[in-house]
């Protein structure tokens, strides 16, 4: 059975910084991708990190320059660290996996249960 456990959410200040990480175990088939994906209250989940088998990472756009992502070749854990955070940054993170480094959540069929992020004015 495949399991996909985030930890390290939290209460930060605006302008801190937290880092997230993900493990994923019993998971056979490789290689395969991991990604983080946010959800705020009231709004659609939103791509924020992947990473695929080689470590290869792809950001999201508003992210870009403040999250960073990363994964040892093969491995089945993954970082995200986050800086300069913003209010907006403010909602329930989860870890995903599946078979390639995608934006979409359609492509990852693993998830876990979320850690919460929310950062104060």
């Known amino acids: 059975q495949v399991q996909v456990v985030e930890s390290g959410g939290g209460l930060v200040e605006a302008g801190g910084s937290l880092r997230l990480s993900c493990i994923v175990s019993?998971?056979?088939?490789?290689?395969?991708?991991m990604a983080w994906f946010r959800q705020a209250p009231g709004k659609e989940r939103e791509f924020v990190a992947a990473?695929?088998?080689?470590?290869?990472?792809t950001i999201g756009d508003s992210m870009k320059g403040r999250f960073t992502i990363s994964r040892a070749y093969g491995k089945n854990t993954n970082f995200l660290q986050m800086n300069n955070l913003e209010s907006e940054d403010t909602a329930v993170y989860y870890c995903?996996?599946?078979?390639?480094?995608?934006?979409?959540?359609?492509?990852?069929?693993?998830w876990g249960q979320g850690t919460q992020v929310t950062v104060s004015l």
């Open positions: 019993g998971r056979t088939s490789t290689p395969y991708a």
């Open positions: 995903a996996t599946g078979n390639h480094m995608a934006k979409v959540a359609g492509a990852y069929n693993y």
């Open positions: 990473a695929g088998w080689s470590g290869l990472s």
